[in-house]
């Protein structure tokens, strides 16, 4: 299943989409529905091959904004308010570009422009904590504690072990399969909208954690300078599930897509890429979508 819909009291309520990371399907926001649903009709979508959706080995972040769009089609809602986690924050972004008429506000949330920045931080990320795709299938698994630790800051999972024991058997109750956790890891690689998100007009507000091991604050703040109309929200102390380790950001999450403009800060717009810049980036992108490379990669959890 692609989706599930959670329909607001409030008649005339917009709605919102929320789009997840790696590895995920829309389940993992489900504890903040209480507190969504009653502002917005709620559209929790299912990366492929998560919760019954169909999977694409190949998937790319186009695919997916289109399989989203395709579901808001489906539901007839022509405009929307579109949140973003992780990978989801790169579907976001595309959505925003394909689409800009149907987003009236987005939320990303612990993410970047990818390119050359997420490639580095995969780099780190399979570096130093899983050193290799197959050790991140086994610990997700096997031991889900271990991938949910290092998603979480280091001070929350020491302080907060038992919420680390309960987000471990959400993840068991929605069990991915190793190809879709290595077609979502290909997918968010090969991401980039370095160039193109200077373009986006869409009111957004960006959210990270100071403390995320997984996308660096760096990222995220050459995002929001990239954005037209971006404010930024850094959580101290936060990891890469804000959503999670700190539920009454939710609460700002909902004043921002109600209207509220005084979330978060003003960073200043950032000077558009140059042509040399865009070029290698260009260039980037061509490697990532080298099919050998792909297979490859996609073939380690065969």
């Given at each position: 299943?692609?989706?599930?819909?959670?329909?607001?009291?409030?008649?005339?309520?917009?709605?919102?989409l929320m789009l997840p990371g790696v590895a995920c399907g829309g389940f993992v926001f489900e504890g903040a529905l209480p507190l969504l649903t009653a502002h917005f009709h709620v559209v929790l979508f299912n990366n492929p091959g998560t919760d019954g959706a169909p999977l694409d080995r190949t998937m790319s972040v186009m695919s997916v904004a289109r399989q989203a769009l395709h579901?808001?089609?489906?539901?007839?809602?022509?405009?929307?308010?579109?949140?973003?986690?992780?990978?989801?924050?790169?579907?976001?972004?595309?959505i925003a570009l394909e689409a800009p008429e149907r987003v009236l506000r987005m939320v990303l949330m612990s993410?970047?422009?990818?390119?050359?920045?997420?490639?580095?931080?995969?780099?780190?990320?399979?570096?130093?904590?899983?050193?290799?795709?197959?050790?991140?299938?086994?610990?997700?698994?096997?031991?889900?504690?271990?991938?949910?630790?290092m998603m979480v800051a280091p001070e929350f999972a020491a302080k907060y072990p038992e919420q680390i024991t309960a987000m471990a058997e959400l993840f068991a109750g929605h069990k991915t399969n190793p190809a879709a956790v290595a077609a979502h890891f290909m997918c968010g690689a090969r991401f980039s909208a370095f160039g193109e998100v200077d373009n986006i007009t869409v009111p957004a507000l960006v959210i990270h954690?100071?403390?995320?091991?997984?996308?660096?604050v760096h990222g995220a703040r050459a995002l929001a300078r990239h954005l037209q109309k971006a404010r930024y929200l850094e959580l101290a102390g936060g990891g890469h599930v804000p959503f999670i380790e700190k539920p009454e950001v939710m609460a700002d999450v909902?004043?921002?897509?109600?209207?509220?403009?005084?979330?978060?800060?003003?960073?200043?717009?950032?000077?558009?890429p140059t042509m040399p810049e865009v070029m290698a980036d260009g260039l980037w992108r061509a490697g990532q979508e080298s099919l050998g490379g792909i297979r490859s990669l996609l073939a380690m959890f065969d």
């Open positions: 299943m692609l989706y599930k819909i959670y329909k607001s009291e409030k008649k005339n309520a917009p709605y919102l579901v808001m089609d489906e539901l007839k809602v022509p405009t929307f308010h579109v949140f973003g986690h992780s990978m989801g924050g790169f579907v976001a972004q595309r993410t970047s422009y990818g390119g050359m920045q997420t490639e580095r931080d995969t780099h780190r990320v399979m570096q130093d904590f899983v050193h290799h795709m197959r050790v991140f299938h086994e610990l997700y698994h096997q031991r889900p504690e271990r991938v949910l630790e954690g100071s403390a995320d091991t997984i996308v660096s909902c004043a921002f897509l109600t209207g509220d403009n005084t979330i978060g800060e003003a960073l200043g717009r950032a000077e558009r």
